[in-house]
């Protein structure tokens, strides 16, 4: 077999590619594809051989019938070695293709995106028996996550093109220049809050959120505390809700429950309120650093413009630093 060139495929599970995203959607390395358009599209992603003729090298095997959708990759190397990585590079892909959800649905609403056969829906049974008077009361079946399917339709991308996604799509596919670190720190980020969206834990979705809060705003999580507001501010605090809903004390109060679960194992005082708070914060964030690529080309700039803005407040002047067109979002009153 040799170090040849190969096109890796796995189905992938409760993902509906529609006709507003032309039925394939591509991340950055990997594509994801209809089932039904596999055969049509087989030469561009690396196919020599149509389906058909592969179907017959495997007889007995229903792979292409497991999933509706397939993610596809090409990769050179060794057999081994393209599984390992190909399967790293779409479990990471699917990651940011969950991220997609942040601001688009609620957190009760959002599902893991995985590959066909992982994507177990979890559930309990449970049952409670009184000896004295032999009453009972249980559930045969309570689902324990969300089962709902994502869907790439016209909805989707019309809030996707509108918010953060397809812009941070352009930079991560290097269509939207910034500096390779700042493309680096994004794409871990958006790996990051993928797997919090999920995760379907509240505490594990919790320290995500914060973790990637800290890698766009921040350079050390020392400087947390006293730095995140202040570079939140800078690109949120001129929206009429900052000031009136506290948004900085509500960050401090975040970082301080974070600083109890990490340092001392206190976990009991971090709500859904905090999640969707955290959320809510990513979603802005996001939206606006992504916004304006040219401005904002590194954490470097990140942390400049806020200092600008620190400035003009101090002076008392009226910001001429802030673009016009930065954006707040708040479609619906956030869970917290």
């Known amino acids: ?99 997609s959800q942040l601001g688009y649905s609620r957190r009760r609403q959002m599902s893991p995106i995985a590959l066909a056969g992982e994507n177990t829906r979890p559930y309990i049974t449970f049952l409670a028996y009184n000896d004295r008077d032999r009453t009972r009361f249980g559930k045969m079946f309570i689902r324990t996550s969300p089962s709902n399917q994502v ?56 320290v995500w959120n914060w973790v990637a809060l800290e890698m766009l705003l921040t350079y050390h999580a020392r400087e947390a505390l006293n730095m995140l507001p202040k570079r939140a501010e800078a690109l949120l605090g001129w929206a009429t809700y900052w000031e009136p809903d506290d948004y900085e004390g509500r960050i401090r109060d975040v970082y301080k429950k974070r600083n109890d679960l990490l340092h001392r194992g206190k976990r009991e005082a971090i709500s859904p309120e ?8 990513l979603v802005n964030l996001l939206t606006n650093l992504v916004s304006y690529p040219k401005l904002f080309r590194s954490k470097d700039d990140v942390i400049k413009f806020s200092e600008r803005v620190e400035a003009e407040r101090t002076l008392g002047i009226t910001s001429t630093v802030r673009p016009k067109g930065l954006r707040f979002i708040r479609s619906f009153k956030p869970e917290f």
């Open 274 to 281: 905090d999640l969707a708070f955290t959320d809510h914060l």
């Open 151 to 206: 869907v790439l339709d016209g909805r989707w991308k019309e809030f996707q093109d509108d918010v953060f996604f397809m812009k941070l799509l352009s930079i991560l596919q290097g269509k939207t220049k910034v500096e390779d670190s700042w493309c680096y720190e994004l794409r871990r980020a958006a790996v990051l809050i993928g797997e919090s969206v999920g995760a379907n834990d509240l505490l594990k979705s919790f």
């Open 1 to 99: 077999m040799g170090s040849s060139s190969w096109t890796f495929m796995v189905p992938v599970g409760e993902l509906l590619l529609m006709e507003a995203v032309a039925r394939e959607f591509r991340i950055d390395r990997v594509t994801f594809m209809h089932r039904d358009k596999l055969p049509r599209v087989r030469k561009r992603l690396g196919l020599g051989a149509t389906i058909s003729d592969i179907k017959k090298t495997i007889p007995g095997w229903d792979f292409f019938d497991a999933g509706l959708a397939f993610a596809v990759m090409k990769r050179r190397g060794e057999p081994e070695e393209v599984k390992k990585q190909c399967l790293a590079v779409i479990r990471e892909e699917l990651s940011i293709l969950a991220l």
